[in-house]
């Protein structure tokens, strides 16, 4: 460890993990690790920067020196800062903020829900990226009622017309006498994968949300609404992305629709 590094309750102080008295305590109750190492040790120096530090397991994110964002994008707007058509544009939501801001996956105009814009370059190429498997969480409206077959067809993997299909998860959320809400979780993104999915299944979506990416949910935000990342979120998504998906091991802790 560097020994000109910041001392680590003045790290978790300045994370808002707790006050710097608090977090003397939480390190001496054996509750915080630095790169898998248990530290108990008052005026221990770290890197912020660089080392994984975890309160009760759940990781600290380093100090934010980039923007990282939440969007519930409306039904109608582009995934994109500027159309040639005149339509609307994430710009209409994000246009006041001075950063050039990515944003991670698609949703299609007709899709509501879920974005995450940043201008960390290289998370969001991770969240993107099909081999780290990131789970996307939607919720359809469907047509149709759907019975206990169709959610055996879905749970077993559809085929489609560029490959197979297997949400990770499909729960029935509720029914009409005409309609279906149903949730899925896939870990994959291509272009409209979910809509093809129940429409191979007899079930054309009618409206389509996306409530979750990874551990970041939607939750209350309202249609049209942007907010940060919370603390917690960017850990655990710094988390999903720390791994080399080629030899599925940690890298140094550093860092579809």
């Known amino acids: 460890m560097a020994e000109h590094g910041v001392r680590l309750q003045k790290v978790l102080a300045s994370a808002g993990v707790a006050s710097r008295r608090a977090a003397e305590v939480m390190i001496s109750e054996g509750r915080v690790e630095v790169n898998g190492s248990l530290i108990t040790e008052q005026g221990f120096r770290v890197n912020p920067e660089r080392d994984v530090i975890r309160v009760d397991g759940s990781r600290i994110p380093p100090p934010r020196r980039h923007a990282y964002l939440v969007l519930n994008k409306p039904r109608g707007v582009v995934s994109t800062l500027a159309d ?56 359809a409206e469907v047509a149709g009622v759907i019975g206990p077959g169709t959610l055996k067809r879905l749970r077993a993997g559809i085929d489609l017309e560029d490959g197979p299909v297997r949400p990770s998860a499909v729960r029935l959320v509720s029914q009409g006498s005409d309609r279906s809400l149903i949730k899925l979780t896939m870990h994959e993104g291509r272009n409209r994968i979910v809509r093809r999915t129940m429409e191979a299944v007899g079930h054309p979506v009618r409206r389509l949300s996306r409530i979750g990416i990874g551990p970041v949910r939607l939750g209350d935000l309202r249609i049209g609404e942007l907010r940060d990342l919370t603390q917690e979120e960017l850990g655990a998504l710094l988390d999903l992305t720390s791994r080399d998906p080629a030899s599925q091991e940690p890298t140094n802790g550093h860092l579809e629709q």
């Open 84 to 139: 040639p058509q005149g339509r609307r544009t994430l710009a209409d939501f994000v246009g006041a903020r001075k950063e050039r801001l990515f944003h991670v996956g698609r949703l299609d105009s007709d899709t509501e829900g879920l974005l995450i814009l940043t201008n960390d370059g290289e998370l969001a190429h991770r969240l993107a990226h099909p081999s780290y498997e990131i789970p996307k969480t939607y919720l």
